[in-house]
C-alpha cells in the first residue's frame, strides 16, 4: 500500500522568511498525483498546490513551490515570504487513482 | 457554489447512540468521500463511493460504521452503537472523475462520545 510520510511534526518560521515542508512517498506506480492541503485552525481542509508525477517541472503557485524528485520519491513544499496567515497544518497527499493518502501532517508556526 | 456541505458541525452524543452524519457533495462531482481525522491516527479514508456506489470501504472500523449515497446529491455516515472511541472530526469530500483531480472538503462534524 501506498504511505506517505511527514517527519517534521512541528516547524515555525519567521515571517518573511522561507520555510520548507518535508515529504516522502512510496510507491511502485509511475504515475501519480501529489498535493499539499492546508488547514488552519478553522479545519477547513485547502488545496495549496498539485503536482503530476510525469511532469518534471515543479508546480508553483505564488508564494508557494515544490520540489519534486521523483527518482528519490520526496516532495517538498517551500512557503517564501511567510505571513501570519500561512500558519496551519500541512498535509502531504498521495493518489494514483481516486484513493487519496495523506501523511501524518506538519503544524507551521509563523512568529511576528 | 456552495461547495461540500456537512451537517451537523457539532455533535455530542452519549456512548450507545445512533449517531447520523450528512454531508451534501458539490453538484456535478462523481466521487464522494468519508474521511475521520484524529490526534493519534491523522486523516484516514474510511469509504469512497463513485455515482452513488460504495467502491472501497476497507477503511471503515467496524460493523457499527455504515455509510449511504441514495442519490448524488446525499450521502450519510452512520455509526451505531455509538463509543467513546469514535470521537473524532468526520470530513466529507468531493470530486470529479480522474486520478488528479482536487478533493473538496467540507467544513467537517465534529463529534464527541461521552
Known amino acids: 500500500a501506498q504511505t506517505v510520510t511527514q517527519s517534521q511534526p512541528e516547524m515555525s518560521v519567521q515571517e518573511a522568511e522561507t520555510v520548507t515542508l518535508s515529504c516522502t512517498y512510496d510507491?511502485?506506480?509511475?504515475?501519480?498525483?501529489l498535493f499539499w492541503y492546508k488547514q488552519p485552525p478553522s479545519r477547513q481542509m485547502i488545496l495549496v498546490i498539485r503536482?503530476?508525477?510525469?511532469?518534471?517541472q515543479n508546480a508553483t503557485e505564488n508564494r508557494f513551490s515544490v520540489n519534486f524528485q521523483k527518482a528519490a520519491k520526496s516532495f517538498s513544499l517551500k512557503i517564501s515570504d511567510s505571513q501570519l496567515g500561512d500558519a496551519a497544518m500541512y498535509f502531504c497527499?498521495?493518489?494514483?487513482?481516486?484513493?487519496?493518502?495523506f501523511g501524518a501532517g506538519t503544524r507551521l508556526t509563523v512568529k511576528p | 457554489d456552495a461547495g461540500v456541505i456537512q451537517s451537523p458541525r457539532h455533535e455530542v452524543t452519549e456512548m450507545g447512540q445512533e449517531v447520523t452524519l450528512r454531508c451534501k457533495p458539490i453538484?456535478?462531482?462523481?466521487?464522494l468521500f468519508w474521511y475521520r481525522q484524529t490526534m493519534m491516527r491523522g486523516l484516514e479514508l474510511l469509504i469512497y463511493?463513485?455515482?452513488?456506489?460504495?467502491?472501497?470501504d476497507s477503511g471503515m472500523p467496524e460493523d457499527r460504521f455504515s455509510a449511504k449515497m441514495p442519490n448524488a446529491s446525499f450521502s450519510t455516515l452512520k455509526i451505531q452503537p455509538s463509543e467513546p472511541r469514535d470521537s473524532a472530526v468526520y470530513f466529507c469530500?468531493?470530486?470529479?472523475?480522474?486520478?488528479?483531480?482536487?478533493?473538496?472538503f467540507g467544513p467537517g462534524t465534529r463529534l464527541t462520545v461521552t
Open positions: 469530500a468531493s470530486s470529479l472523475p480522474g486520478g488528479g483531480t482536487e478533493q473538496y
Open positions: 510507491t511502485s506506480e509511475s504515475d501519480y498525483y
Open positions: 503536482q503530476e508525477a510525469y511532469k518534471q
Open positions: 497527499a498521495y493518489t494514483d487513482n481516486n484513493d487519496m493518502r
Open positions: 453538484s456535478g462531482h462523481d466521487y
Open positions: 463511493f463513485n455515482n452513488n456506489v460504495p467502491i472501497d
